[in-house]
């Protein structure tokens, strides 16, 4: 079973991933891509999309035209948890 994360992996987490945002409300990582157009984001979503299949864990997120939005959290974990910050680290693997 997933474990939620607590406090202070939560902090350490974020300090990590320092473009990532958090959201409170959901407690999930949020960041917004924009690329050049849609055929390189939609390229991003299907490199991010091989690699959540492999994890078995699959971010939330939404397309419009150059820009995609991603939202991670772990809805049997009840909240952001290792896999989140796992996967949030391989799609910045893709950027740098």
Not at 64 to 88: E, F, K, Q, W
Request: charged share 25%.
């Amino acid at each position: 079973m997933i474990e939620q994360l607590n406090e202070h992996e939560r902090a350490a987490a974020l300090d990590a991933l320092g473009e990532w945002d958090y959201d409170e409300t959901r407690d999930a990582l949020t960041r917004q891509f924009v690329f050049a157009d849609f055929v390189e984001a939609f390229g991003f979503m299907t490199r991010v999309a091989i690699i959540a299949e492999k994890s078995d864990h699959h971010p939330e997120w939404s397309n419009i035209y150059n820009r995609v939005d991603v939202l991670l959290t772990t809805h049997d974990a009840g909240g952001l948890s290792t896999r989140d910050v796992a996967l949030a680290t391989a799609i910045d693997a893709f950027l740098a």
